[in-house]
């Protein structure tokens, strides 16, 4: 069954859509990834994570949303729709096969097909105060359950039994959509513990892990967790490192940590209206030592936006070239994490997210969790 968002959420990013539809001269559009389809419609559907996005797709042929049972690739597809489309003009497409390519251009000919992803990316910012508030609540309801896990993070419980129990939690909490596997894993405290596929631009990072197993946590261990989690349509993406020990961090966990911090408000201080994701990794790298690798792990971000979508432009470190994160510049309604990554050889790694709101006058810190710090210190 087709549901829809609520509809003080959904007219933002309609307005925002029909605005740049008029910028960048397209007619209209025919989507059918379902992160593209909610974001411009506020339809989805549970059939969609029943059978798959790509064999049973719910599309939005404008203001058409319709689930015809048919995979992007297969050119009936185009048959199904194709009374829904104009006869001429540019049409903006996010996915199809070759073959529904195909059939597209022998039905219309006329018409000219345009890569959707200016259109989406222009359908998320602005945002309007009542998506920001979404966000907010999203995020906070996210930690609020991470907060409820952190006496169970200790020496004997598995990594899996960690992730399983969040996952209940989190449902119970509200949170409707998992996006990404929740990650409960034990960091890598010597390089040779890195995994065996680290070599050519992995090679001389920091070792890192993000896997979620049956391992047993130890008496010390650093244990990353990461969440994707979805709520009334917009994301939330959390993540703290807790420390499996009753004894308590060491001074040099708390220095790690403490040194995390200081990368974190660096970038948290740079990031406002106008600057690029190019200045927010300056801003991490100000002062580091370039005989280390670069404070976040490759090739993840140091910084990244989250909307309708788990992580948006901009982005900051990861692989992207200097001049595609100069042309990303941040707008007031931006909501950005910020996600650092501290390793020392022999103590181990720190990574945590900060969730900031960028206004027009700076930002404000979103997170409630005591990051740079290690739970109960």
Not at 283 to 304: I, Q, S, T
């Amino acid at each position: 069954m087709i549901e829809l968002d609520a509809p003080e959420l959904l007219a933002p990013r309609l307005s925002r859509v029909t605005r740049a539809a008029e910028m960048l001269g397209v007619d209209g559009w025919l989507l059918t990834t379902s992160q593209a389809v909610r974001t411009v419609t506020g339809a989805w559907s549970d059939d969609v994570d029943l059978f798959g996005e790509w064999s049973s797709p719910v599309v939005a042929v404008g203001a058409t949303v319709l689930s015809p049972g048919r995979p992007p690739s297969d050119a009936r597809l185009i048959d199904d729709v194709i009374d829904l489309l104009p006869l001429r003009g540019t049409i903006a497409i996010d996915r199809l096969g070759p073959l529904a390519l195909e059939r597209l251009a022998e039905l219309r000919p006329e018409l000219t097909v345009q890569d959707a992803a200016m259109l989406l990316g222009a359908a998320k910012v602005p945002r309007e105060q009542v998506e920001i508030d979404v966000l907010v609540e999203a995020h906070r309801r996210t930690e609020a359950v991470l907060g409820s896990m952190v006496d169970l993070v200790r020496p004997g419980v598995s990594e899996r039994d960690l992730t399983s129990e969040f996952t209940v939690r989190a449902a119970e909490s509200g949170l409707d959509r998992m996006h990404l596997d929740t990650v409960f894993s034990v960091l890598p405290k010597e390089h040779s513990q890195a995994a065996s596929w680290v070599r050519g631009s992995w090679e001389g990072r920091s070792p890192y892990r993000e896997l979620t197993t049956d391992r047993v946590l130890a008496e010390g261990d650093h244990v990353a967790f990461d969440a994707g989690v979805g709520y009334r349509g917009y994301t939330a993406d959390v993540g703290w490192t807790l420390l499996a020990s009753a004894k308590g961090p060491s001074p040099a966990q708390v220095a790690l940590a403490t040194r995390w911090d200081e990368v974190a408000r660096r970038v948290i201080d740079a990031a406002r209206p106008g600057v690029s994701a190019s200045a927010l990794r300056a801003a991490a790298l100000k002062g580091w030592d370039p005989a280390l690798p670069p404070p976040w792990p490759y090739p993840l971000y140091v910084a990244h936006g989250v909307g309708t979508e788990l992580a948006e432009p901009p982005f900051a470190g990861a692989d992207f070239a200097p001049e595609a994160e100069a042309a990303m510049v941040l707008t007031e309604g931006n909501v950005l994490m910020i996600e650092p990554y501290i390793w020392e050889e022999g103590v181990g790694g720190y990574r945590a997210e900060y969730c900031i709101a960028v206004g027009a006058d700076g930002t404000d810190i979103v997170s409630s969790l005591p990051y740079g710090r290690w739970p109960g210190s």
